[in-house]
């Protein structure tokens, strides 16, 4: 069995459930040590975080940077979290220090995390001023039918009791320091095989991280022709020696894949040998214009995490909205403008009236008056 270690967050020791590594949570519900990904809603719709051990794919469009985002805050949580860091991205590309000097900092965002927070609590204050002095005038601006209804925050993770998770601000980096911290995989040249060098690398980072540390693997464009991959039997063949070794490790690998480099049944293929598959599809100025303005794209669970189960567990909702806001990764539930879910209901109530076609003793005559 693993040594046991305590986690902390900004220096407060903190129980995490009988976790082995620092930063590692094993809920009694799952019966397996699980990590968290750096954001509270892309935890929550994982179903708590990422297990060890574990292969989670990202499904992209080239060129779109929300894949990536989710990927820099995986390996800035296991920076924050004191994990070793591991990452590699496709050869002749782009320069590995690019995508490495995107991650945000924790330790940072932290600091100004906690200057907005005071300026929210005084702007707070003098809005509950503002209120008292108006008396009963806020009551005339809500509807007398929407006055007593609890108001719901479509945030995923906002409410959210994980505090081993940091909150992050995409716009501060890393230090020179912390990015010396990261692994980063560096092509040995010539003729040599890629995928076996990559998996060779992988599996050295993980021998030096030993049976003490937990080994993130960041893995961004993974499916690029620039690996060397010939065909997709060769990249699932890829696929199923990284999950193989990762099972006997204390270690999460996070890849992402693009869309349009695979046909239909190739993901497929891949999405069977991932753990998890989370494909993001990027809104239309159409769609977004009139169905969901708030949003800029669309997260779709089309896998999720079976943990000690030969099923996955049941979910209610499977799409959620994603957008950036304040530098910050929002994942929120996906619901209809209130004007748009009006004129959708009037159009049904019109529609069963329409095809009515008079009275009957079976006929059940709904009520005209709307209040």
Same mark, same amino acid.
């Given at each position: 069995?693993?040594?046991?270690?305590?986690?902390?967050?900004?220096?407060?020791?903190?129980?995490?459930?009988?976790?082995? &590594?620092?930063?590692?949570?094993?809920?009694?519900?799952?019966?397996? /040590?699980?990590?968290? %990904?750096?954001?509270?809603?892309?935890? /929550?719709?994982?179903?708590?975080? +990422?297990?060890?051990?574990?292969?989670?794919?990202? /499904?992209?469009?080239?060129?779109?940077?929300?894949?990536?985002?989710?990927?820099?805050?995986?390996?800035?949580?296991?920076?924050?979290?004191?994990? %070793?860091?591991?990452?590699?991205?496709?050869?002749?590309?782009?320069?590995?220090?690019? &995508?490495?000097?995107?991650?945000?900092?924790?330790?940072?965002?932290?600091?100004?995390?906690?200057?907005?927070?005071?300026?929210?609590?005084?702007?707070?204050?003098?809005?509950?001023?503002?209120?008292?002095?108006?008396?009963?005038?806020?009551?005339? *601006?809500?509807?007398?039918?929407?006055?007593?209804?609890?108001?719901?925050?479509?945030?995923?993770?906002?409410?959210?009791?994980?505090?081993?998770?940091?909150?992050?601000?995409?716009?501060?980096?890393?230090?020179?320091?912390?990015?010396?911290?990261?692994?980063?995989?560096?092509?040995?040249?010539?003729?040599?095989?890629?995928?076996?060098?990559?998996?060779?690398? +992988?599996?050295?980072?993980?021998?030096?991280?030993?049976?003490?540390?937990?080994?993130?693997?960041?893995?961004?464009? +993974?499916?690029?022709?620039?690996?060397? &991959?010939?065909?997709?039997?060769?990249?699932?063949?890829?696929? &199923?020696?990284?999950?193989?070794?990762?099972?006997?490790? %204390?270690?999460?690998?996070?890849?992402?894949?693009?869309?349009?480099?695979?046909?239909?049944?190739?993901?497929?293929?891949? *999405?069977?040998?991932? $753990?998890?598959?989370?494909?993001?599809?990027?809104?239309?100025?159409?769609?977004?214009?009139?169905?969901?303005?708030?949003?800029?794209?669309?997260?779709?669970?089309?896998?999720?995490?079976?943990?000690?189960?030969?099923?996955?567990?049941?979910?209610? $909702?499977?799409?959620?909205?994603?957008?950036?806001?304040?530098?910050?990764?929002?994942?929120?539930?996906?619901?209809?403008?209130?004007?748009?879910?009006?004129?959708?209901?009037?159009?049904?109530?019109?529609?069963?009236?329409?095809?009515?076609?008079?009275?009957?003793?079976?006929?059940? *005559?709904?009520?005209?008056?709307?209040?």
């Amino acid at each position: 069995m693993f040594p046991s270690e305590t986690a902390t967050v900004d220096g407060n020791p903190i129980r995490t459930g009988g976790a082995t &590594f620092v930063g590692m949570q094993s809920p009694l519900s799952l019966g397996q /040590q699980i990590v968290s %990904s750096g954001c509270t809603g892309l935890n /929550q719709i994982l179903g708590g975080g +990422i297990p060890v051990g574990s292969v989670l794919v990202f /499904q992209d469009k080239p060129w779109i940077v929300y894949s990536d985002r989710f990927l820099h805050v995986v390996a800035a949580e296991g920076l924050a979290a004191g994990h %070793s860091v591991a990452v590699a991205v496709p050869p002749n590309s782009r320069d590995s220090q690019s &995508f490495v000097s995107l991650i945000p900092s924790a330790g940072k965002s932290q600091a100004r995390n906690s200057a907005e927070k005071d300026k929210t609590n005084l702007r707070r204050h003098d809005d509950n001023l503002d209120a008292n002095v108006g008396g009963s005038d806020e009551d005339l *601006r809500i509807a007398w039918r929407y006055k007593d209804i609890p108001k719901v925050n479509p945030v995923l993770g906002s409410s959210s009791h994980d505090k081993t998770t940091h909150k992050y601000d995409l716009g501060v980096k890393l230090d020179v320091s912390e990015v010396a911290d990261i692994a980063q995989f560096f092509s040995p040249g010539g003729t040599t095989n890629l995928p076996d060098a990559l998996i060779s690398w +992988i599996q050295e980072q993980s021998t030096k991280c030993g049976t003490s540390r937990t080994l993130r693997v960041v893995l961004p464009d +993974i499916d690029s022709p620039l690996w060397g &991959f010939h065909g997709v039997a060769q990249f699932c063949q890829f696929l &199923f020696r990284l999950k193989n070794h990762v099972r006997s490790t %204390s270690t999460i690998v996070c890849l992402s894949i693009s869309h349009d480099l695979h046909e239909r049944s190739d993901l497929r293929s891949i *999405r069977r040998l991932s $753990d998890a598959y989370l494909a993001i599809e990027v809104l239309g100025d159409d769609v977004r214009s009139h169905l969901y303005p708030d949003f800029q794209a669309i997260c779709r669970i089309e896998k999720a995490f079976t943990i000690n189960s030969l099923r996955p567990p049941p979910m209610t $909702d499977h799409e959620f909205g994603l957008k950036i806001k304040k530098r910050r990764i929002t994942i929120e539930r996906l619901h209809l403008p209130p004007e748009l879910q009006d004129s959708v209901q009037r159009e049904t109530s019109n529609a069963k009236k329409s095809t009515g076609g008079g009275l009957n003793c079976q006929t059940v *005559r709904e009520n005209d008056l709307d209040f």
